[in-house]
């Protein structure tokens, strides 16, 4: 697909509101793929996952199909509020595009829709594809993960379509990550009159700030990181209660239940006498390992760079998708399959538009590889 044409497809994306807990706008953008994916003659189920997120779309060329050759993956939502569309739409400055979502991962949404949309009659009739799209991936997939399990399940590959790297790389490893929400219940009392009837849920939480951070091993990739914390009621109360959020990241899966068994070590013996702690895990995904299939699936795409001319180059990254998911349950996958972006998550945010037909050539003739095997 010509990047003009492509730009054209991916413009109303960018001009939608749809962060994850924004329903009706995630909803626009799975109508706008139903209509693309259905002028195709492709299959297009709608998938109800909570009342908070939007919906899921599972497409397929094949009706009903009971397995799936290959399966690309790629999250319709964002981390942006509702109106940032209006405050900063769709642009283009020389040779960069720039809007809420242009990289993650509206741009890989359309490249996926662009690659199957050029393939060959001829390797749709070998392959069995499936398209997913979930709602909710910025918050963890939280909802979405089971449905993409099932259905991965299915697949003899995942190709996962966030942007490829600033350099280009695709990625082959990803760190596992968990949020923690540690809530700290104290007792009040008047700062001035009976302060040391209190027990400070605040100093509770200072504590486990400072041991916490005792457990970071970033040469062996695993860090605690407490990034935003709330406490107390008024300046002069002993503040009864606390919460921090807790970002936790491995490349060891081990490294999550040691962790796990950590927090409950301390919540079992609170620093301040008189203070409860509750932990609830909000999300969890294992890290993005590789296998043998994995290292296969890396040979059809390195072979299908050659043939395009496109060096191939491979990173692991600290940043979590769904090919963590899948990958942890044995299932071969692949991530940064859409065009070069960078600067997520904030109003820098932009797609490389020179990227754009060679990362669509390459998820295509990966496909054809796949095919041809």
Not at 23 to 51: C, N, Q, S
Not at 166 to 173: K, T
Not at 202 to 209: G, L, Q, R, S, T
């Amino acid at each position: 697909m010509k990047k003009e044409i492509f730009l054209e497809h991916l413009k109303p994306f960018i001009n939608t509101d749809c962060g994850s807990y924004q329903p009706e706008g995630v909803g626009k953008i799975a109508d706008m793929l139903t209509d693309k994916y259905t002028a195709l003659g492709w299959h297009v189920t709608r998938k109800h996952l909570h009342d908070e997120v939007g919906p899921g779309l599972l497409i397929t060329n094949r009706k009903n199909p009971d397995h799936y050759d290959v399966m690309l993956i790629g999250h319709i939502d964002t981390v942006f509020p509702a109106g940032t569309a209006a405050a900063r739409p769709f642009k283009v400055e020389g040779n960069r595009a720039y809007g809420p979502g242009v990289a993650d991962m509206k741009n890989g949404v359309v490249a996926m829709y662009a690659a199957l949309s050029e393939l060959d009659p001829a390797v749709l009739d070998k392959l069995s594809i499936a398209v997913l799209h979930n709602p909710d991936e910025e918050i963890g997939s939280i909802h979405s993960d089971p449905w993409i399990l099932e259905e991965a399940k299915k697949a003899a590959y995942v190709l996962v379509c966030e942007s490829a790297r600033a350099d280009g790389s695709l990625v082959n490893r990803r760190k596992g990550n968990a949020t923690f929400i540690l809530n700290f219940h104290g007792i009040a009392s008047h700062a001035g009159n009976d302060p040391e009837k209190g027990r400070s849920a605040v100093v509770e939480m200072a504590h486990w700030i400072l041991e916490l951070g005792k457990h970071n091993d970033y040469a062996n990739g695993t860090s605690l990181t407490i990034g935003l914390v709330k406490g107390g009621s008024a300046s002069n109360v002993v503040p009864d209660s606390a919460e921090a959020t807790l970002d936790l990241r491995f490349w060891d899966n081990n490294k999550y239940d040691e962790i796990r068994a950590l927090l409950d070590k301390l919540a079992a013996k609170p620093f301040v006498d008189g203070v409860r702690v509750d932990i609830t895990v909000k999300s969890q995904k294992p890290a993005m390992v590789m296998n043998a299939g994995t290292e296969k699936l890396m040979h059809f795409v390195e072979a299908a760079g050659k043939k395009i001319g496109l060096p191939i180059t491979w990173q692991a990254v600290g940043g979590g998708s769904d090919a963590n998911t899948t990958s942890a349950h044995g299932i071969p996958s692949l991530d940064g399959f859409g065009p070069i972006g960078a600067c997520f998550h904030s109003d820098k945010e932009y797609l490389e538009i020179e990227s754009i037909e060679p990362r669509v050539a390459l998820l295509k003739a990966t496909i054809e590889e796949i095919a041809a095997a």
